[in-house]
Each structure stands twice: as C-alpha cells, then as structure tokens.
C-alpha cells in the first residue's frame, strides 16, 4: 500500500503562484512514477506533469509548460509541483498518484491516489 497526501493549495489571483506537494508513505518501493493530475468540476481528470523517481526524467502536459515544474526531495520522498503564473483556467482539484509502470499521462496506469488539494485562480 502505498499513501499520497497533497498539500499546498488555495485561492490566489491569476498571475500568483503557489507550490503542491505530496508525502509518500508506506511501500513505495517500484512505484517509480508519479504524477499530478487535475480535475476541475464538470471535466475530466487531465494529466498535468510526471517525473520518474529513478531517472528524474520530467513531463508537462502542453498548457502548463514553462509555468509549472515538478520535482522531487528524496529524503523526504516527497513531490512537489510549483506552480507559477497562474491562470484561472487552471483551477481544479489536484491529485497526485502513483503508477509502477505504463504510460506517465494515462489516469489508468496510476494506482494509488492522494485525496486531492483545491487550487483556485481568480481573475
């Protein structure tokens, strides 16, 4: 079992930032990806960003690059995804999750997921 808590989320103005993070706990051990996603109310979850534990390779989905980085504190096996340059096009609850294999975007290939944060942007 693994345990994401996602913390870091609020109501800021567009153009503001803010920075997600989300505690890994339990067996983490092959759950080598891990991702944020976001779900804003009447859409689908998006896949937002990913990184690989092991080769620190990182992934944006095209709306977010350049604004938002992910990153990782292996000593605190904690993620974090900074977010800058807000837009109210980005509010949505944030999850992150994660997978031990298959393709970093697909919500499918993710096993375990946090409760989710509520960002909200206002213009």
């Known amino acids: 079992q693994v345990q994401l808590a996602e913390s870091g989320g609020g109501l800021v103005e567009a153009g503001d930032s803010l920075r997600l993070s989300c505690a890994a706990s339990g067996r983490t051990f092959g759950y080598y990806t891990r991702g944020w996603f976001r779900q804003a109310p009447g859409k689908e979850r998006e896949f937002v960003a990913a990184?690989?534990?092991?080769?620190?390779?990182?992934y944006y989905t095209d709306s977010v690059k350049g604004r938002f980085t992910i990153s990782k504190d292996n000593s605190k096996r904690t993620m974090y995804l900074q977010m800058n340059s807000l837009k109210p096009e980005d509010t949505a609850v944030y999850y992150c999750a994660a997978s031990q294999g298959g393709h970093y975007s697909r919500s499918l290939d993710y096993a375990y997921w946090g409760q989710g944060t509520q960002v909200t942007v206002s213009s």
């Open positions: 990184l690989s534990w092991v080769t620190d390779s990182t």
